[in-house]
């Protein structure tokens, strides 16, 4: 994308507000930091790439979780009248 928007990595890292090592490390597929994907996407003008990643609707699955268990502690009583279902009567 920068080579066809016409941008020098100098230029863009510049734009993007990264150290050109850092673009050129993106470039090679090496490790990057998700800020810095971040911030060389917006200034390449692909923030629809960004949207892509981040669904509009979002649940946490730890919060799912804890909502299930919220209100529901088992006492005592309740916990001998448990069973694994294959008691026999």
Known sequence: MRKQQGLSQAKLAQEAGVGVATLRRIE??????LASWIKISKSLNMIA????????????????VLSQRKGKLITGKQLK???WGDEKE
């Open 28 to 33: 090679a597929g090496k490790d990057g930091q």
């Open 49 to 64: 790439a960004i949207d892509m990643l981040m669904p509009e609707k979002f649940q946490s699955p730890m919060r799912d």
């Open 81 to 83: 009248s448990l069973g």
